[in-house]
């Protein structure tokens, strides 16, 4: 195949995928590279899933075909597929992302999921505290499933906060955005009691950095994502004693954790008065922490 034609001459639908494939399948595998162009042909043109299939011998103008171009040399440069379009679908939510925030990820939308599911029939929480929310998607996604509820989630990046503002904005919702950092001696909100708590806080130690692919690491904030070999916990330290305080006693805490640190986790809220319990993602791993005080 002759790819320099493709990429120059051609502005043929079934041409385009098979350029992407070529480039991108050493880098990314071929399924993943079919989930880029599914993204990208609905962000770019509107198709869906079933309009792309049937539409592959049409072709597109030479506008788009430009943008398909710049898209495929990004996504080389191992630039994330969600900052490329500009947002990310969480929970039935549009979330913008950029690199002031971390892109959502479905461990973190399966413990909403599971959070709203275990909430929804017979507990709907009256008041949340998200803590760490970064681009607010896990806020906006509550507040979207128990809307009576007075939502509050706070975060210590103005960028990160200014693209959470927008993130509930966009999807109609109201949120109460707090920049202030949970590291601080003199941290304080003004509620008294929260019926649920979440948080998804820096875990990733930074000996762990290694195993991390270069999207990541070349494009979302370090910030948000790393903390010290010697004191991995630090964050959950800080988010435990917020609990142990304004919990509501039959309140509810749900985190998500470094798999590797799961005991040493379920330890530190036990230390605060808290009863944790271990719950597993969809890959089996030790992901979530749920706790009461009661």
Known sequence: MNTDNLRFCSNRVRDILALFHHELDPLYGSGEVGVFLDMLFDAFLG????????????TINQSDLLRFHWTLEDLKRHRPIQHIIGHTDFCGCRIEVNPSVLIPR?????????????????RPPSTILDLCTGSGCIAIALKKAFPQAAVTAVDISPGALAVARRNAEANGLEV??????I???DFNLQSSVFNLITANPPYVRHSERTAMSP???????????????????LFYRAVAAV???????DGLLVLEINE???PDTADLLRRHGLHPTLHHDFRGRPRFLSATRS
């Open 215 to 233: 999207n990541v690491l070349e494009h979302e904030p370090h910030g948000a994502l790393f903390v010290p070999d010697e004191d991995p916990l």
């Open 106 to 122: 479905p461990e973190t939308e399966e413990m909403v999921q599971r959070t709203i599911s275990r909430l929804a029939d017979f």
């Open 260 to 262: 590797t640190l799961a």
């Open 47 to 58: 198709w869906d899933k079933v309009k792309l299939l049937v539409s592959r011998d049409l």
């Open 176 to 181: 109460n955005f707090v920049e202030s950092d």
């Open 183 to 185: 590291l601080s001696d």
């Open 243 to 249: 609990a142990a305080r304004r919990l509501a006693p």
